[in-house]
């Protein structure tokens, strides 16, 4: 079992930035590559960034490229996603998740979720 929990959202202006933090715990988790998805009201999950544990395989969406930055720190098993730059359409619930795959853009592959951490950007 994999147990995430997601922290850092909030309420930012347009061009502002957050930190997201997913600290993650269970016996295996190391195994796990570990993504972000965002899910904004109407609209299907969708991808945002993953990362292996050994800080390689740091993948993202074309919406994040150049904003987001996913990271990891062993030291607190927590994976973090610096975004920057942000957007009104930015604006989502921000999931963090596991998955056994070596490499996944599509969110039916991954095997734990977080509760969710909410992002509003105003414009």
């Known amino acids: 079992q994999v147990q995430l929990v997601e922290s850092g959202g909030g309420l930012v202006q347009a061009g502002g930035s957050l930190r997201l933090a997913c600290a993650a715990s269970g016996r295996t988790f190391r195994r796990y590559l570990m993504g972000w998805f965002r899910q904004a009201p109407g609209k299907e999950r969708a991808f945002v960034a993953s990362?292996?544990?050994?800080?390689?395989?740091?993948n993202y969406a074309d919406s994040a490229e150049g904003r987001f930055t996913i990271s990891v720190d062993n030291a607190k098993d927590t994976v973090y996603l610096q975004m920057n730059d942000l957007l009104p359409e930015d604006t989502a619930l921000y999931h963090c998740?596991?998955?056994?795959?070596?490499?996944?853009?599509?969110?039916?592959?991954?095997?734990?979720w977080g509760q969710g951490t909410q992002v509003t950007v105003s414009s």
């Open positions: 998740a596991a998955t056994i795959s070596s490499s996944s853009q599509y969110y039916g592959d991954y095997n734990y």
């Open positions: 990362i292996a544990w050994s800080g390689a395989y740091a």
